[in-house]
């Protein structure tokens, strides 16, 4: 039976609460209303006060074509990055749990990159994808103009794509070995014992069963290439060429602070919360109903 | 309705070998029971033979077929898990018909066959559930359904029953025999229970630090077993053993504070041996008693039917198993009396049973 803590008077619970309500209204609530604000006024970029425009930003922004490109950019990040890193992290954890000699070390080195900052990996990423030195160079001088991602917007997008899915990647990774862990020896056995092969009862008997830490991961992932891109398209691309990685949230820093049009970038920051609360309600609503709770 | 044939059957581990040559012949249709402590190699035995652990030296062979290099599916076994390792994610039906569905086995039939197995464990009204909504004894019995509907050569059960309550155990006991008597497959059975063990096999393998001790009947095993191990580990309460000493007309017991008249039989005088007398084969009798040792009252655990009455016997601790009315008050002091016939003799080296003795009644030393 789970034990449930119950205060005979409303003020000690409220007590205990208040610091944690204190701060998530310091620093969610209280910007995130100042934005609202923001959003449905017309900012002075020096100073002087705000004008009310009620959703002339919004449609001012929606009707803007490099508004719908971006949104775009991100759609395709989003995907491509949250399916790679899941996908390489799912199969290095179903290889990890079968050999479990020297798992602690792989957790350990594979942890690592989800503690890097974005621009530092960005940074090396940079060095590493550089068309002019390294292994790209190598690869441009079989097939000239092969990889350029200073020009080529694809180069690009596929360079932020593979920096965000590394560091993500160890992540998804330790969440897929515990889940992997998880599971029963036995059943394994079970399922052998029945006449079932290695991938067979990978589909038939794990998977199933870590379909709650796929949910949750696909929930973060997603989540998090909106938000956690912002340094890795800072650093490698500035949102170039040519706006092919100008992500949302990159083209709210980029409008807000190069552009000085904080209110327009504060509806835009807008629309990206709406965004991802909709994919947030969509993949709970529609993915969540395959998963097996135990 | 296979053989199995287990020759030499070794198993190490980077470090440690927990299965020191293992030998066992189980007939087509016997059901055999495993028994031991934890520990001693049972279950790395039968994870052998079911293919679930690499067989690191020696031969198993099913229908005279050595399987040593084939995959568990090859093999025709069935297995029933401790904790019974039901799918956590599929009904009872899927759960009882998965190794079909593996097999191919069309739907029509599956179904059919699934219904058939319900039938016959009364799980029919179970089918749609999921595992986490039945009880401990429903789901053991989805896990002997799993187990049944492929039609197995073997059964393979590993404590199947040791996360029941007793009650429940007692009435999966009588099932699982029931069962047994009825499809009459070759079934290994790995148990830590003793009463379990008796009470289900044809035949019971005793084993002990990854050897076998004995193999035998229960009944031979009991009355008879081939080791002070086995002496100590079937039966309950535990063989009393007293250590003791072959003399000129006799033995020594307990440092020279009792004497056996027995025939010595060859044994070298000087030989230490451990005297065991099950503590069911002594009977009280009024202190003083000519050919009875006298002891002193320790303890008395009501059983309810009988009682066990723990008595130290000159600094040895000593049980005494009756159903008859005495109740002895602790610190009192009782006689106790056995026949010669009842005793058991063990070689204090090695701790095998010696036949030689023929024992006469104990009397108190000189």
Known sequence: MEKRVTFSSWTIGILFAVPQLLLIFTFFYWPAGQAVYWSLTLQQPWGGGNIWVGLDNFR??????????????????????????????????????????????YRVVLIWPYGIAAPALAMAFRFILAPEAGFMA????????????????????????????????????????????????????????????????????????????????????????????????????SGGPANATNLMVYKIYS???????????????????????????????????????? | MASITIRDVKKSYAKSQVVHGVDLDIASGEFVVILGPSGCGKSTLLRMIAGLEDISGG???????????????????????????????????????????????????????????????????????????????????????????????????????????????????????????????????????????????DRLVVMNGGRVEQVGTPGEVYSRPASRFVATFVGAPAMNMLEGTVELDGLSLLGGSRRLAVQRAGLAVGTQVAVGIRPEAVRLVAPGTAGALDATVDLVEELGAGRVIYVDLDGASFSVMTSEAVHPEPGSTVGLRFSPDDLHFFSSDTGTRIEVFKASVPEPAL
């Not at chain 1, 001012?60 to 950019?73: F, H």
């Open chain 1, 255 to 294: 409008d807000g602070f190069k552009g000085l049009d904080y209110s327009g970038a504060a509806a835009q920051s807008i629309i990206l919360m709406l965004l991802i609360i909709v994919l947030t309600i969509f993949q709970f609503r529609f993915i969540e109903r395959r998963v097996h709770y135990r």
């Open chain 2, 59 to 201: 031969t198993i062979a099913i229908d005279g077929i050595v399987v040593n290099k084939l995959e568990p599916r090859e093999r025709g076994c069935a297995m029933v898990f401790q904790n019974y390792a039901l799918y956590p994610h599929m009904s009872v039906a899927q759960n009882i018909g998965y190794s079909l569905k593996v097999a191919g086995v069309p739907a029509a039939e599956r179904t059919q066959r699934i219904q058939a197995v319900a039938r016959t464990l009364e799980l029919e009204h179970l089918l749609d559930r999921k595992p986490m909504a039945l009880s401990g004894g429903q789901r053991q019995r989805v896990a002997m359904g799993r187990a049944m509907i492929r039609e197995p050569k073997v059964f393979l059960f590993d404590e199947p029953l040791s996360n029941l309550d007793a009650k429940l155990r007692v009435q999966m006991r009588s099932e699982i025999r029931k069962l047994h008597r009825r499809l009459n497959a070759t079934s290994v059975f790995v148990t830590h229970d003793q009463v379990e063990a008796m009470t289900l096999a």
């Open chain 1, 138 to 237: 190598v690869v441009n001088q079989v097939w000239p103009g092969f990889w350029d991602p200073g020009l080529d917007g694809a180069d690009a997008m596929a360079s932020i794509i593979i920096a965000f899915s590394w560091k993500y990647v160890g992540y998804n990774f330790i969440f897929f070995l515990a889940a992997f862990q998880a599971i029963p020896r036995s059943l394994i056995e079970a399922a052998a014992m029945d006449g079932s092969g290695v991938m067979r009862r990978f589909r038939d008997i794990q998977f199933p069963l870590i379909t709650p830490t796929i949910f949750f991961l696909l929930v973060i992932n997603i989540t998090e290439s909106f938000q956690d891109s912002f340094g890795i398209v800072d650093i490698m691309t």
């Open chain 1, 60 to 105: 001012s922004i929606l009707s803007n074509a490099d508004y719908w490109n971006s949104i775009t950019a991100s759609l395709v990040f989003a995907g491509i990055s949250t399916g790679l890193a899941m996908f390489i992290a799912l199969v290095l954890a179903a290889l990890t749990d079968r050999q479990l000699a020297g798992s602690r070390f």
